[in-house]
C-alpha cells in the first residue's frame, strides 16, 4: 500500500555523547514504528517504517535528530499517532520531541482541530477584541449550593468563562449531577440580569461508562462546553468532545498529570509542543498552562513559546487561546497582556477570592482587562 | 460531609535544597485538593485538603514528604484520582511520587484492580507453575494475512499471549476490523490442531467512539483479551475493559507514553509505583515494562522494584504479572526466571524472528521456559 496522507516530522533532541547520535537516531526511527530488527522486517513493510530525515551535533553533549513518519502511522486516530510520536521513546532517557509538522490532511482526519479556536471563542462571548477571562470554582469539598452561588457573583462581575476546577469530577461533596445544573443555571441568571455572555464549563473527567451521560446532562443543563484534562481523561476524549457537542461549545485544556512530561529539559516533550500543536491536534479550543511568574517554573521563553504554539499556523488547524494560569493576579493583567498579546485567555483563580466580595474582584479583573 | 472511605497516603520526594522542603511540601499538599489560598479557604471545605503527615530530610538536595488526602477526592474515579495523586505537581521539577497507599475501599470503588491477577491468569492459560511466554505480532505495514500466518506459527510453537504490537491499530494495511478476526481464528485453529490454551491479544487503543464497536468485533472474533496503552488510550479505559469483558478475559497494559513520567530520577513516578500498585489499581492482569538488560534503562534494581509492586499485597488488590519486555532473547531465559521469579509472563518479540522460522523460535522460547 502506497502512503498518500504525507509525511509527519517529528524532531527530537538526544542528549549525551554525540558520538552515538546516528545510531540513537536510527534506532529511535526503528523503535517509534517497525519495533523489529530492521534486517528480518519483509520488504513489503518498508512504507510503513520511521527514517532519519537529518542529523545534526549541536553540542558536546547533543544532537537534532529529525524523524519522518509515513501519516498512515496514525490510522487516522489519535491514540496511534501518539504511540508512534512518543510512545515507547518516551521510556528513553535524554530523548525530548522539541519539533512536530503534520501534514493538513492527517490533521483534517485525527478530527480537524478546534472546533470554535481564537475567533469562534470571541463570537461565542461577543468579545471581539479585548483580552479574555477565566476563573475557577475551588476548593473542592464545597456543596453545589456554594458553587452555584460563586459562581452567580464571578458571572455578575463579567467574567467570560467560569470553569470548574479540575479537582471537581463526582465527590460526595458536590456530585457532577447535582452541581453542574446548578451552577449552569446561577451563570444563566447572572448572564440575564446583565446581559452578559459569560459561560460555564464544568470539569469533563469520567469514566468511560459516563461520558455520555455526563454529556448530555452537562448539555442539557446549559454548560457552555468542557474542561477537559487529556492526562487523566485520554487525549481523544478533547476531539471526542468536539465531535459531539454543539458547535459553540467551547473546549478547554488542563495540563493536570500530561504537563509531566515538559518539567524535565532533557527528556519529555517541549512545552511549546505539548500545549501548542498538540493541543491543537487533540481539538483543544483554548489550552490552560502555567504561566512564569506564578507557582510554577516554566521561563518567558517557553511561555513565549507556548504562545507561539498556539498562534502559529499548524497543519491548517485553528489556532487555540494561550491560557495562561497558576498563580496569576488582576495586578499582573497589564503585563500579562503586554507579554501574551490580547488574543489571550487570562486565568485567575485563588487570587480571585483574596479581599472580599468575589463579584467585586471580577469587575476589578474585568476593568484591568478592558483598561488596556 | 464526613469522610469514610480512609485515607490515600501518598509520599513523594522533594529534589532540592531541604531549607524549603516544609513550605514545599504544604504547598504539595494544597496544590493536589484545594489548590486555593489556606487562609481564604471556607471551615466547610476542611475535611476535603490534603495534609503533610511527615516530613523527613534525606539528604543536601533530598527530602521526603508524606501527604494523606481524603479518599472521596477520587469520587470512584481513576481520573480523579490521578487529578490528585499527581495531576498539577507533575508539573513541578523535583517532586517524584515514589510512595503509595490506598485503603482497600478506595480501590474497590476504584473497580476492584485485576480481575484475573496472577493465579486467573494461570488458570486459564492452564500453565499452573511454569513461567508465562508472550509475544507480539510486528512490523505495522504487513497485512492481515501476514499478520494471521505469524500467529499461527508462534501459537504452533507454544507461545502462551500472542499479542498485537502496540503500534497496531487501524491503520490501511491491516485495518482492526480484518486484522483481528483473521488472527483469532488462525491462534484457534492452532490451538485445536497443539490442545494447546494460546491466547491472542489485540491491542486496543481505539478513539472514544469505536471503544464498545471494536470491544464487541473483537470479543466475538475470539480474542482472549486486550493489549491496553493506559497513556494514550487513557487511563481508565483498563478498567472499563476489566467490567465489560467475560471474566476470562486477560488485560495487559503497555508502558508507551505514559512511561515517560518514570525516566527523569528527580520528578515524575517511580516505576515501581506506576508500572506496580497504579496499574494495578487500574485493572491490569499483567504489565509491561522495559527489563534491565534490554534497549532501555532501568536497572536491575528498578526491576526488582517493579516486580515486587506487582506481586506484593497492596489494598486489597490481586497481584498481576510483571512482564518484562524491551529487547529480550531466549538465551536470556533462565537468567531472567531466576531473577524474577516463576511468576513472570516474559515477553519476546523481535528476537523471536531471529533465525527462521517463528515456530520453532516460539519452539525453543516453550522448552528454556519448561526446562526451568
Known amino acids: 500500500m502506497s502512503t498518500t496522507l504525507g509525511t509527519v516530522r517529528a524532531r527530537y533532541e538526544l542528549w549525551g555523547n554525540p558520538a552515538s547520535a546516528r545510531a540513537r537516531a536510527e534506532a529511535l526511527a526503528v523503535e517509534q514504528s517497525h519495533e523489529f530488527p530492521p534486517e528480518l522486517a519483509p520488504a513489503a513493510a518498508a512504507p510503513s517504517r520511521g527514517v532519519v530525515a537529518d542529523l545534526e551535533v549541536r553540542g558536546p553533549e547533543l544532537a537534532a535528530a529529525t524523524v519522518d513518519y509515513p501519516a498512515e502511522l496514525a490510522g487516522g486516530e489519535i491514540g496511534q499517532f501518539l504511540v508512534f510520536l512518543f510512545g515507547n521513546c518516551a521510556l528513553l532517557p535524554g530523548v525530548r520531541l522539541v519539533g512536530l509538522e503534520v501534514p493538513d490532511a492527517l490533521a483534517t482526519a485525527l478530527g480537524g482541530g478546534p472546533k470554535l479556536g481564537v475567533a469562534g471563542l470571541r463570537r461565542v462571548l461577543h468579545a471581539p477584541t479585548r483580552p479574555l477571562l477565566a476563573t475557577a470554582l475551588k476548593p473542592v469539598g464545597l456543596g453545589p449550593a456554594d458553587f452555584a452561588e460563586l459562581a452567580?457573583?464571578?458571572?455578575?462581575?463579567?467574567?467570560?468563562?467560569?470553569?470548574?476546577?479540575?479537582?471537581?469530577?463526582?465527590?460526595?461533596?458536590?456530585?457532577?449531577?447535582?452541581?453542574?445544573?446548578?451552577?449552569?443555571?446561577?451563570?444563566?441568571?447572572?448572564?440575564?440580569?446583565?446581559?452578559?455572555?459569560?459561560?460555564?464549563?464544568?470539569?469533563?473527567?469520567?469514566?468511560?461508562?459516563?461520558?455520555?451521560?455526563?454529556?448530555?446532562?452537562?448539555?442539557?443543563?446549559?454548560?457552555?462546553?468542557?474542561?477537559?484534562?487529556?492526562?487523566?481523561?485520554?487525549?481523544?476524549?478533547?476531539?471526542?468532545?468536539?465531535?459531539?457537542?454543539?458547535?459553540?461549545?467551547?473546549?478547554?485544556?488542563?495540563?493536570?498529570?500530561?504537563?509531566?512530561?515538559?518539567?524535565?529539559?532533557?527528556?519529555?516533550?517541549?512545552?511549546?509542543?505539548?500545549?501548542?500543536?498538540?493541543?491543537?491536534?487533540?481539538?483543544?479550543?483554548?489550552?490552560?498552562?502555567?504561566?512564569?511568574?506564578?507557582?510554577?517554573?516554566?521561563?518567558?521563553?517557553?511561555?513565549?513559546?507556548?504562545?507561539?504554539?498556539?498562534?502559529?499556523p499548524f497543519a491548517g488547524l485553528a489556532p487555540a487561546l494561550p491560557t495562561p494560569g497558576g498563580g496569576m493576579t488582576v495586578e499582573r493583567v497589564p503585563e500579562l497582556v503586554e507579554f501574551y498579546g490580547r488574543d489571550v485567555l487570562l486565568l485567575i483563580g485563588g487570587a480571585l477570592h483574596r479581599g472580599g466580595d468575589p463579584r467585586r474582584a471580577a469587575e476589578r479583573f474585568r476593568a484591568a482587562a478592558e483598561a488596556l
Open 152 to 312: 452567580y457573583r464571578l458571572a455578575l462581575g463579567g467574567v467570560d468563562v467560569i470553569k470548574d476546577d479540575q479537582g471537581l469530577g463526582n465527590q460526595p461533596w458536590a456530585p457532577f449531577a447535582e452541581r453542574v445544573p446548578l451552577v449552569a443555571e446561577a451563570v444563566a441568571r447572572a448572564n440575564r440580569e446583565t446581559g452578559g455572555r459569560s459561560l460555564y464549563l464544568p470539569s469533563f473527567n469520567p469514566p468511560v461508562d459516563e461520558i455520555e451521560p455526563r454529556l448530555r446532562l452537562a448539555l442539557d443543563a446549559g454548560a457552555g462546553g468542557f474542561l477537559v484534562v487529556p492526562g487523566t481523561g485520554g487525549p481523544d476524549l478533547v476531539r471526542y468532545l468536539a465531535a459531539h457537542t454543539p458547535d459553540d461549545a467551547v473546549l478547554l485544556s488542563h495540563p493536570a498529570f500530561l504537563g509531566g512530561f515538559t518539567v524535565s529539559p532533557t527528556s519529555g516533550i517541549a512545552p511549546e509542543i505539548l500545549f501548542g500543536p498538540i493541543q491543537r491536534l487533540l481539538g483543544a479550543d483554548a489550552v490552560i498552562f502555567p504561566s512564569y511568574g506564578g507557582r510554577f517554573t516554566f521561563s518567558e521563553e517557553q511561555c513565549r513559546g507556548i504562545a507561539a504554539g498556539c498562534h502559529e
